[in-house]
């Protein structure tokens, strides 16, 4: 189930940072915060989970690359890295992969059982969601947890959220039922840039989890990306005047209550159509 390629030496107090491609990673924000910590860290893989178990491969399908003039099947899947955590005292466990379609209490049951085995102290999901905010504001980031200790430490609050969840839902309570503390961070996506890597939104979990481990860790270069994807997003976005005229309704919202978090996106389908159309079309040309 968990195969364990090397394991890594004693880890001093670590913390497990989990990650999903899938339905709770609007924007690829979450997946893309692991990402790049596992690159800043320079991070080394010692465990995976075999997809076999977990996934559909007719709902989840693996990809076919040439690589060399070899022909390489990549197969969905959940793997399992280390590293130092600069400037901090512990180290980090980094789960990055894909939300399997199948079995997840055993999958959530897999990956606390290595937790525990390797000394995990503290767990914390990563998830990113759909929101009515444009994208030339912050981006908003919320935390949870159940542990009334560790929401005393962090300044988190529970969680009264009730509705479908997903594969970082289940974990997030797998953990806590297991006694290990856990917390869940999440990135509020504009809705209409939920189907493109949303770099604000990396940023905005990344600057997060570097927070909550005390780390030395510069972003500067995600800054800088960042910033340049905005600038080039407005530019889109002028070019649509239906659009803008959106977009310009949701900063006078978001403004004029600057202390409400936005809520989870149900409108504005088609004008994401539209951006995503719009995205495409430059990509291709």
Known sequence: MVTIRTRPPKLRRPALIAAFQGWNDAGESASGTVEFLAAEMDAGGFAEIDPEEFFDFQATRPLVRNVDGERRIDWPGNLFSWARV???????????????????????????????????????????????????????????????????????RPSHYEGPTGITGILHQACADAGLQSASLWAGIPHYLAGTSYLAGTLALVEAVVGLLDADVSVAPLVKEAASQREELSELVAQDADLAEYVSELEARMDAAPDELPQPSVSGDELAADFERYLRDRDEG
């Not at 290595?114 to 912050?138: K, M, N, S, W």
């Open 86 to 156: 600069p400037g901090a005292d512990r180290d980090v466990v980094l789960l990055q992969g894909t939300e399997p379609n199948l079995r997840w209490r055993t999958f959530t049951a897999a990956v606390v059982h290595l937790a525990r085995d390797i000394g995990v102290e503290l767990a914390v999901t990563l998830g990113a969601l759909q929101v009515d905010a444009p994208h030339t504001r912050e981006v908003p980031v919320t935390g949870n947890t159940n542990d009334l200790v560790l929401g005393a430490r962090l300044g988190l």
